[in-house]
């Protein structure tokens, strides 16, 4: 059974930083894609950035130039570095790993709220 962790969430001023952490324990991170997700309040849960096995990413359109999305399969960990952050950034982010046949876990979420 993996377990899922994100961490680094929290509140920050528009302009702001912010890099969170999703730390996977029980199988084998790298042979694992990953992504980022978020979910606003009264909204659906989107997608926000994802890393494959062999490093390739891809970004929503509203968050391309400000998020970088990486991995360390040395510490089992993926991260997510948000800058220049905006309001409507603010959502409950979580991270979630896949491989086929599909076999897909998720984190339980950490909170971002943007303001001011």
């Known amino acids: 059974q993996v377990q899922l962790v994100e961490s680094g969430g929290g509140l920050v001023q528009p302009g702001g930083s912010l890099r969170l952490s999703c730390a996977a324990s029980?199988?084998?991170?790298?042979?694992?894609?990953m992504g980022w997700y978020r979910q606003a309040p009264g909204k659906q849960r989107e997608l926000v950035a994802t890393i494959t096995s062999s490093g390739s990413t891809n970004y929503a359109d509203s968050v391309k130039g400000r998020f970088i999305i990486s991995r360390d399969n040395a510490k089992n960990t993926g991260y997510l570095q948000m800058d220049s952050l905006k309001p409507e950034d603010t959502a409950v982010y979580y991270c979630k790993i896949n491989r086929r046949p599909p076999i897909v876990y998720w984190g339980q979420g950490t909170q971002v709220i943007v303001s001011s």
């Open positions: 029980g199988s084998i991170f790298s042979i694992y894609d």
